[in-house]
């Protein structure tokens, strides 16, 4: 028991041991778990960067947000990511400011070619592309800075202007095979029995486009059909092939031991001795020494099938030369670069706008021969600013205008001293201001504009300068126009505050109409008073009520009374204030019954017969009132007709009226009192330059005698004598200041160069006024450059030439013929540099200051002893001064060759050389148009260009110019102040002045057309002569040629009115009316009389009333009769509102005066009726036209060029002519003379001969010797002179008039090449075809068109026929192109078979260019094909039966089987043919039942037994028909018999006549 338990308890406690770590593992596993969960369960989130902050520059700073959040999207600590991955929070940026808009710009490229989208997984062929495919093209955009052109990142730019798109859709072409001509015809063949062969060409019309088909062969070749050659006659030809030349080389160095051997010359005497010169081969040179040496070429003799044979074969004479001299080629060695140059900029900011700086290298030794020539001397690139002091910053520039100078009418009155005393002129204007360019720059570190005024050059502004006129208006005078006097008021105190006595004044007023403009008097006195007894302050003001009886509804009464107190100004007061009158309350009042008689209401008082009361005349007036209805029995009756008007006196005031008279304002002076208010107060207006005073006096005047005694007039209306008043402002004239000086030349000048100078001005900004400083004479200032460097004198210095240098013995030897040393060679010679002190210099300086470089190396002739040597040309014998003289020279024979015959033939060898002498003789010819008439003088006054815009002349005497062309006795062109000082032809002409319309004076003004108020007066003036040659045009004139003119005026309307005296009863018709009630008439009187305070009262003419108002003298009436209801009047219809609507009514009523006796109702009392749109409603709105002044049309002189001085300054050079052009300022308005039709000038420039190089064309390929091979082309260059002008003839000169060549050697020699019989070659080049646009659908595609050429292959030999291939095509742009359509072309069928060819739509035959999906055939086949017998395929494609058989059709239309006609061997078938077949047959039941189709026929021709049977059939119901209708008729009936029986054919008949 105790061994198992001891063995027990280790198991438990292993196993208690085991899942307690076990346990442990799983937790730990478990929290590493979470832990790696956590790393992947939090991430950190980013916001969107800010917007960059800080200075401007670099120096900015971009920021922001970054937080941590779990993956289910809430956020936490920071500490729960990993913080080696958290993203940066801020970084540096960029910060652009406004002021970067002129330093950076989007570089937009241009796009790309348009590239096929790739579909997904598949590509777009070319045979199913039918018009274009859908394409993307791209293009670069970067942003740079504008100086330099780095590279800066597009958030720049995108501040400014939005990044332009970077893709665009296009469409791609399909692709397009080459398109090539048709073949040429073959070539002929050769006479001889030679193997030949012969071929055709033909060229590219269009080259292989968007992947299509390359081009094909160019060339076909075939042998020609020659017979075999005899017997002993030659099968080839033979030629003389000469190689290209080797390289120069030096000779061996065993040869370069002769070099300085005396050789024996031939020519000479015997005792002379000549040195061949070897002195080029020298082992030791300097660097600038040249070097000669030699080189070959090959020379071979070949056979017409391309194979080398024996030289002797191909010999001639003389043999081409295999050696000659040369120069052994030299590159340009130059210096090492010197140090860089300061930096060209002196600001900029900050980073942004680097300078440049440069730096050059000197010439060691100059390029000798084929040699590299020099690369550039100077190289420049951007200087960085880093790491320097920060510069001042770049200034900007700006445009400033001055102040707009004075209005002015016209222009050329100012300009003329005649009108000067028009001071008065008025109406549409125009006025000017100067318009200049200033910097401004940016202060440091504040980046704030500071602006410096001085002027500076206009090219530095950008964007357009203001304009420097406009339009303006001088208002014209105008007269004072005031109202007609007021009713004179209530007799008032002076002064209600101050009441005392009882004196008072009563006063009228007008108010001012039109204020006055201009110079003009001032308005005239707007008050008038006169004295008056016991005055009131206020008065009670009654309204009456209505009218309340006693007892009933009717009888006397009372009307309640309501009075409200109101002061002289009609404002509402305190009753207490009108204590002082009686206040009234109630009035005695009555109220008809229906019985009694009815009144009307009193009119109103008759205006008052005098306007003033005098010891004649006193002022009445009077009112009336009439019988509306009679009265019934018993009731009141009417009063008697004196008790119906009233009279009262009126106007009791005397006719002398006082008023105020003023003087005018003194002019605005300083005061000491206002002078120190200044001090204290800030006045806000514009003028700071304070207040004073201004004065004037004041009188009190009597309308009859003057004036009086103050006290006469009212105190209280006294006008002011003081007031205050802006002071003028002294303006001083403000002038910017001086401009800097104008640059003075930093290249250097040469020594006798004139002296130059620079200059400075200055703009006035503000004209002086008021008394201000006036502004400064000096405007422009100038004066000479100091300091300007002399451009150093270096000259080249050329050493004799040294000893021709032949080629070595050891390779002339080595040919026949070629054993002695003499021949053309080459000499060199030495050339230095020199100074101005003739030390030596740098060969870069002379090169850089002194020209071109002289020659090194020249050509020479050693002669051979068999050649003619000669002395030297001599001088030509001296001219006499005849032009007709010659001059000559000579020379002399030599050596041995005095002893020779062939050296005495002077035509082959002359000794004697005659010329024409030079002669000075010149001849001129016109040259161009001639030139407009110019007004002002000749030549010598235009040259000077000192016209002002004061003396520009319209019209006058002037002159015309023509240019002349000067030429030489060799009618070369010379400079024309040969012929003339001027180089013109000078004409008087005249430009006749323009006449203005003239009128006559102005007749004297009508009466104003109304007595009363306003009115028109009118003038009128007459035509006397029309305008012409541009004069001022007349204005309107009517069928009499006459003009009028109409002002407004204005007559006083009180000086006459109408006097009406009361209306008479109304008068029944009593023989009609026996009640004398109901219509009638009544009638008043009506008289005109004077209202004047003078004539007051008297009655005067009628017609000096305004007969427009005349009062009515009778109207109408009624009396309304005893029973009936009295009504009153109807009152005034209420007003509409301002804007139209039917919705609103408009009304009017009346009162009831009197009820009826009977109960029958009174008619309506009330009235109603729509506002509606110009029947009883109007609107009315002001219509504003433009008012136009006439004036003088206003042009700018004409303007004078400006830059360089040159030989007419006033006009401008264009195309071989001057032109000098003024612009419109002010267009003719109204009467005003219209501007003149030249706005420009022309003449001819003057004729000077022009030099210039002109290049030869190119020469026929030299082969130096040989029949084929290598050559050169050469052209010559030539000094011309010409005029410069389209159509001028060149003639040559000497090369000096020209100056230095303008190219190099290798641009007057190309190599070129001659084949060899059996050689390949190719063709010269075809010429350029036609431009071509790609186009879709007929629409051009592209803006440029393409044209190409080609060369083909030549294959001369069979041989060689295989080893040939290789041609060449160029294609270029072009412009003008056209769209060309590809169809392809038919022959007519023959034999079922045709040409198809494809044809360009401008007719030509091309090979490619139509689409070989759409080609037709050209073989015709049929199908299905025709396998039935007796069949056979016909030429339309179909199959048709054989002579003598018929078609059988399917209901498809194809053929079933041929069936032979029975009887028709020998005849035409009476049956249809193919070519009459039925269409094919679309019915459903013929498809249902279509292989039940009747066949009467077996395929031998025989009828069916069916046939028989149907036919059997048929007799036997025709014979049961007939026996049943005899039963049933019981008739006898005469025998039917059947008509002949007929076949069933179904063949159709064709209409033939056998049928």
């Known amino acids: ?40 369960q939090f991430v950190w989130k980013t916001g969107h960067w800010g917007r960059c902050v800080g200075d401007c520059g670099s120096g900015g700073v971009r920021s922001r947000a970054v937080w941590c959040t779990h993956v289910e999207g809430w956020t936490t600590y920071h500490a729960n990511c990993d913080q080696k991955d958290k993203p940066e929070s801020q970084r540096r940026c960029f910060k652009v400011c406004d002021w970067h808009l002129e330093l950076f710009e989007w570089e937009v490229t241009g796009w790309e070619r348009c590239g096929l989208v790739p579909f997904a997984g598949s590509e777009v062929g070319a045979g199913s592309c039918v018009t274009a495919q859908h394409g993307l093209q791209r293009r670069s955009i970067r942003c740079l800075q504008k100086l330099n052109r780095t590279v800066v990142t597009n958030e720049i730019c995108e501040y400014f202007t939005p990044q332009p798109p970077a893709e665009q859709a296009c469409l791609v072409p399909c692709p397009r095979d080459c398109v090539v001509s048709e073949f040429s015809s073959w070539s002929e063949c050769g006479t001889g029995c030679a193997k030949s062969l012969q071929h055709r060409t033909r060229a590219v019309i269009a080259p292989p486009l968007y992947g299509g088909a390359p081009c094909p062969n160019l060339t076909e070749s075939r042998a020609c059909g020659t017979p075999a050659c005899p017997l002993g006659e030659e099968e080839h030809t033979y030629s003389l092939r000469v190689g290209s030349w080797g390289e120069c080389q030096l000779p061996h160095p065993k040869d370069v031991g002769l070099a300085g051997r005396t050789m024996q010359d031939l020519g000479l005497d015997s005792g002379e001795q000549s040195t061949s010169g070897l002195q080029g081969y020298k082992p030791h040179h300097r660097p600038w020494e040249v070097e000669i040496g030699y080189q070959t070429r090959q020379v071979r003799c070949v056979r017409s099938d391309g194979k080398n044979t024996a030289l002797s074969l191909c010999m001639q004479d003389p043999v081409p030369l295999t050696f000659k001299s040369c120069v052994i080629a030299k590159d340009c060695e130059t210096t090492e670069w010197s140090a860089w140059s300061t930096c060209s900029r002196t600001c900029g900011w900050g980073e942004l706008a680097p300078g440049f700086r440069s730096r050059r290298r000197g010439v060691r030794s100059v390029a000798v021969g084929a040699g590299k020539p020099c690369p550039e001397l100077e190289e420049r690139e951007a200087c960085s600013m880093g790491g320097k002091e920060l510069l001042q910053p770049c200034p900007r520039f700006a445009w400033r205008t001055s102040e707009w100078k004075a209005c002015q009418v016209s222009l050329l009155y100012q300009e003329d001293p005649r009108y000067q005393k028009h001071v008065d002129l008025c109406g549409g204007g125009i006025q000017t201001r100067e318009v200049y360019c200033v910097q401004i720059t940016v202060e440091l570190g504040m980046h704030r504009l500071k602006e410096v005024t001085r002027p500076v050059d206009g090219k530095l502004c950008l964007g357009p300068a203001p304009s420097t006129s406009q339009l303006c208006n001088v208002p014209c005078p105008a007269e004072c126009v005031v109202s007609a006097w007021s009713a004179w ?13 009882r004196r008072g004044f009563r006063m009228r007023q007008r108010q001012v109409i039109v204020d006055p403009v201009g110079a003009l008097a001032d308005c005239p006195h707007l008050i008038e008073s006169i004295p008056c007894e016991d005055p009131v302050c206020y008065e009670w003001i009654v309204s009456e009520g209505i009218c309340v009886t006693d007892h009933g509804k009717c009888g006397p009464g009372n009307r309640i009374l309501k009075a409200v107190c109101k002061n002289k100004k009609g404002e509402e007061v305190s009753h207490h204030l009108c204590s002082e009158l009686p206040r009234p309350e109630v009035v005695a009042c009555e109220i008809p019954c229906a019985t009694d008689c009815v009144l009307s209401e009193w009119s109103p008082w008759s205006p008052c017969s005098h306007s003033c009361s005098s010891k004649n005349a006193e002022g009445r007036q009077s009112r009336s009132r009439s019988i509306l209805a009679l009265p019934a029995e018993g009731g009141k009756a009417c009063p008697p007709d004196q008790a119906l008007q009233e009279h009262r006196a009126c106007n009791d005031h005397p006719c002398a009226h006082f008023f105020w008279e003023t003087s005018p304002w003194s002019p605005c002076s300083e005061d000491v009192l206002v002078t120190a208010l200044n001090a204290t107060i800030n006045w806000s207006r514009e003028a700071t330059c304070g207040v004073g005073i201004q004065t004037r006096k004041v009188f009190c005047m009597k309308s ?15 006008p002011e004598t003081v007031r205050p008043c802006l002071l003028l402002c002294k303006k001083d004239c403000v002038v910017t200041p001086f401009s800097e000086w104008t640059r003075c030349p930093t290249t250097c000048q040469s020594g006798n160069a004139t002296a130059v100078k620079q200059s400075r001005y200055r703009i006035i900004i503000q004209d002086a006024a008021n008394g201000g400083q006036a502004c400064p004479d000096t405007l422009y200032e100038e004066r000479e450059c100091e300091d300007i460097p002399i451009c150093p004198v270096y000259r080249w210095k050329t050493h004799r030439w040294s000893h021709c240098v032949l080629v070595p013995d050891s390779v002339r030897q080595g040919v026949p013929g070629h054993n002695e040393a003499c021949g053309r060679g080459l000499q060199s010679r030495a050339v230095t540099c020199l100074s101005e002190y003739d030390d030596s210099a740098d060969v870069g300086d002379c090169m850089r200051w002194a020209g071109s470089m002289p020659s090194l190396v020249q050509e020479c002739l050693i002669p051979c002893k068999d050649d003619c040597t000669f002395s030297p040309w001599s001088k030509f014998t001296a001219c006499s001064f005849d032009c007709e003289s010659t001059r000559s020279r000579r020379r002399s024979l030599t050596g041995r060759s005095r002893k020779r015959d062939k050296c005495q033939n002077t035509e082959v060898y002359p000794q004697v050389e005659t010329e024409l002498c030079p002669c000075e003789v010149f001849t001129s010819q016109p040259h161009g148009n001639w030139s407009d008439c110019i007004i002002g003088g000749g030549t010598s006054e235009l040259q000077l260009g000192t016209q002002s815009h004061r003396d520009a002349k319209e019209c006058g005497d002037g002159v015309r110019l023509r240019a002349i062309a000067c030429y030489d006795k060799t009618g070369r062109l010379v400079e024309p102040s040969r012929c003339s000082s001027s180089g013109y032809i000078e004409e008087s002409c005249t430009v006749p002045c323009p006449f203005d319309c003239k009128l006559s004076d102005w007749s004297s003004w009508s009466p104003c057309s109304s007595s009363c108020g306003p009115g028109v007066k009118v003038r009128y003036r007459w035509l006397k002569e029309k305008p012409y040659n541009g004069g001022r045009p007349c204005p309107k004139l009517d069928l009499k040629n006459q003009v009028y003119e109409a002002v407004p005026c204005y007559s006083e309307c009180n000086q006459y009115s109408w006097v009406v005296e009361p209306w008479s009863p109304c008068k029944i018709n009593s023989e009609q009316n026996s009640l004398h009630c109901g219509e009638g008439i009544q009638t008043r009187k009506i008289r005109c009389v004077s209202t004047a305070e003078e004539h007051g009262g008297e009655t005067v003419p009628s017609a000096l009333c305004n007969q427009a108002e005349i009062p009515d003298m009778m109207q109408k009436c009624s009396l309304y009769c005893p029973s009936e209801c009295a009504l009153s009047d109807w009152g005034q219809w209420s007003t509409c509102p301002q804007v139209c609507d039917p919705n609103i009514m408009q009304t009017r009523t009346r009162q009831v ?37 006439p004036d003088e049309s206003q042009k700018s002189p004409f303007l004078s060029s400006s830059g360089s001085p040159s030989p007419c300054p006033v006009f401008s050079p264009r195309l071989g002519q001057m032109v000098r052009g003024r612009s419109v300022v002010l267009r003719a308005a109204g009467e005003g003379r219209p501007c003149p039709e030249q706005l420009t000038q022309h003449r001819s420039c003057p004729v000077k001969p022009c030099y210039s190089w002109l290049l030869g064309p190119w020469s026929p390929c030299r082969l130096q010797g040989g029949q084929c091979g290598d050559g050169l082309q050469v052209r010559n260059l030539t000094c011309v002179v010409h005029d410069a002008s389209d159509s001028a003839t060149s003639k040559p000169v000497e090369n000096a008039l020209c100056g230095e060549l303008p190219s190099k050697e290798s641009v007057l020699q190309l190599p070129c090449s001659v084949p060899c019989p059996g050689d390949c070659h190719l063709t010269e080049w075809s010429e350029w075809s036609s431009c071509e646009l790609t186009c879709i659908n007929g629409r051009s595609f592209e803006t440029m068109g393409r044209q190409s050429r080609s060369r083909a292959f030549i294959v001369q030999s069979p041989e060689n026929q295989e080893s040939c291939s290789g041609q060449a095509m160029e294609t270029r742009p072009c412009s003008g192109g056209k769209c060309y359509d590809y169809l392809w072309k038919t022959s007519l069928w023959r034999d079922n078979v045709r040409t198809v060819w494809c044809q360009r ?41 054989e002579r003598g058989y018929t078609e059988i059709m399917r209901s498809n239309g194809f053929l079933d089987y041929c069936m032979k006609v029975p009887g028709l061997e020998d005849k035409k078938a009476d049956v249809k043919t193919i070519a009459g077949k039925n269409k094919p047959v679309n019915s459903k039941m013929h498809d249902i039942f279509k292989g039940w189709s009747i066949q009467p026929f077996n395929p031998d021709g025989k009828l069916k037994m069916w046939v028989y049977g149907v036919s059997a059939g048929g007799f036997l119901i025709i014979v049961f028909l007939i026996f049943t209708s005899y039963l049933m008729c019981k008739k006898t009936k005469q025998h039917q018999s059947t008509p002949p029986q007929q076949k069933p054919l179904t063949l159709a008949y064709d209409g033939d006549i056998d049928m």
């Open 489 to 501: 008021g209530p007799c008032l105190h002076e002064n209600c505050q101050d009441r005392h006595g």
């Open 1 to 40: 028991m105790l061994l198992q338990q001891n063995w027990v308890s280790p198991h438990w406690a292993w196993q208690s041991l085991g899942k307690s770590f076990l346990l442990f593992i799983f937790l730990m596993l478990r929290t590493a778990d979470l832990e790696a969960r956590r790393g992947h």
């Open 704 to 718: 009859s005698s003057g004036q009086v005694t103050p006290k006469r007039c009212p105190e209280s209306i006294r």
């Open 1401 to 1441: 739509s401008d007719g030509i035959n091309v090979t490619g260019g139509c689409a070989l999906r759409t080609k037709p055939a050209d073989v015709r086949h049929c199908s299905p094909p025709c396998r039935k017998p007796f069949s056979y395929c016909t030429q339309r494609g179909v199959c048709g039966c």
């Open 1153 to 1189: 005066l009197r009820s009826s006796v009977n109960t029958k109702p009174c008619p309506e009392d009330s009235q109603m009726k729509p506002c509606i749109l110009n029947q009883n409603c109007f609107q009315y709105q002001y219509n504003l036209t433009g008012t136009r002044d």
